[in-house]
Each structure stands twice: as structure tokens, then as C-alpha cells.
């Protein structure tokens, strides 16, 4: 790891609403900051606003870039074991909000990927992943053409400002990872997490293909 006194954090809040979810308020109040700078975004689609944070993050010399969305839980360990991997681009295992409630890591070639299953119980490198909860090394930024993200369309496919961005660091070279131990809850009609993935896969393999609240 990175001597802690040459490492300038920025956190990134992309937040168009008048308030947050007293859940994620919170888990930031409790998490180790690492002294960091916090950045807010709060005009435009989401992606825009991350471009914004990333502006902003590049301008105060910051070294590091955490994504927290405000629709997360997130540990209070999340940064100081994202940061002591030393990756240029780490998650924390996130997790789609809406049935069916799979983990956003993802295998295999761009626009051919497919989930990864089953989920490793160490770091491990993912093709892609979303930016509900990435850390990522400035530099990387440097490294690509603006805008860093951006929703594409990709034979009549949406592809989203996150998966783009992934894809966008590998084509440089750069790897992305996700700590499975680092378990983020997205916020829903109910707390979308570990146990209730696991859920879903027994209710699957009774014959069950998927189901709703």
C-alpha cells in the first residue's frame, strides 16, 4: 500500500435530491474517511455528475476517487480496505437493486460478458462492475479521453455509464477488481445484500425463475 500521507482522497457524491436516506447518512458518518475531500455533484443525469466529481477531484491534485452513491450502506471499513489493495480501480461487491438482485461483477469480453458466479471469497478481477461504490487512481483518468462517462448504444444495447467506464480502462490496460469482503447494502423496497441473493438462488434452483416484492 501507498504511503497514507502521499494518498489525497476525494469522496464522491453524485446527488441531485434535497436529502439523503438516513441509511447512508448513516454509514458515511461512521466510515473512516482517510481526511478526505468530499465532492458533491448535484445538477444533471448521473453521469454528468460523475464527470463533474472527477473534474473536481483532478483540479484539487487528489490522488484517489471514491464513488459513494447515496442509495448505499456501506461498512465503515469500506475505504481503508479499498485503499490498502493498491489497485488502480477496486469495488466493493454491489448489487442490483431489482430482481434479480445479482452482484454487478461481470466476466468476459465487452458487450459479451456474463455474471460472475460463484462470488470468490478474495479480491478478485472483474471485467466490469458499477460505480455505486469504486475507488480509482486519478491517473486513470488522465490516461482516457473525456467524457470518462457515458451511457452508449451498443447494437440497439444501452450500456451504462459504469459498465462503459470499465470498459473504457481495459481497452488502456488498466485492471478492475472488487473485494467480496466489502459488502455494500443498495437501497430498496427492502435491503438488497448477500443473504438475499442468496435467497434468490435457492428459490432458482427449485424451479423458480425469479420474483418480485
Known amino acids: 500500500m501507498e ?4 494518498i489525497k482522497l476525494a469522496i464522491g457524491i453524485p446527488l441531485s435530491w434535497h436529502y439523503v436516506p438516513s441509511d447512508f447518512f448513516d454509514s458515511c458518518l461512521m466510515m473512516n474517511k482517510h481526511n478526505a475531500e468530499v465532492i458533491r455533484a448535484s445538477f444533471g443525469p448521473i453521469h ?3 464527470n463533474t466529481i472527477v473534474l473536481r477531484a483532478l483540479e484539487m491534485d487528489c490522488t484517489h476517487l471514491i464513488f ?3 442509495d448505499m450502506v456501506y461498512p465503515r471499513d469500506t475505504i481503508t480496505k479499498l485503499m490498502a489493495h493498491d489497485k488502480e480501480i477496486v469495488g466493493a461487491l454491489t448489487f442490483k437493486r431489482c430482481p434479480e438482485f445479482n452482484p454487478l461483477c461481470f466476466s468476459g469480453e465487452p458487450y459479451k460478458m456474463t455474471l ?3 462470488i470468490p471469497e478474495e479480491l478478485f478481477e472483474v471485467t466490469a462492475t458499477g460505480t455505486g461504490c469504486l475507488m480509482i487512481k486519478t491517473h486513470v483518468f488522465e490516461s482516457l479521453d473525456y467524457p470518462w462517462f457515458e451511457f452508449v448504444n451498443h447494437d440497439g444495447q444501452l450500456v451504462g455509464e459504469d459498465i462503459n467506464f470499465c470498459y473504457k480502462a481495459k481497452e488502456k490496460g488498466f485492471k ?5 469482503t466489502v459488502m455494500t447494502e443498495h437501497l430498496s423496497q427492502t435491503r438488497v ?3 438475499l ?3 434468490q438462488k435457492g428459490l432458482q434452483k427449485q424451479g423458480h425463475e425469479g420474483f418480485t416484492f
Not at 504511503?3 to 502521499?6: A, S
Open 197 to 199: 441473493y442468496q435467497i
Open 176 to 180: 478492475v477488481y472488487v473485494d467480496p
Open 68 to 70: 459513494l452513491d447515496c
Open 116 to 118: 460472475v458466479d460463484p
Open 193 to 195: 445484500n448477500w443473504n
Open 48 to 50: 454528468e455528475m460523475r
Open 3 to 6: 504511503n497514507e500521507k502521499d
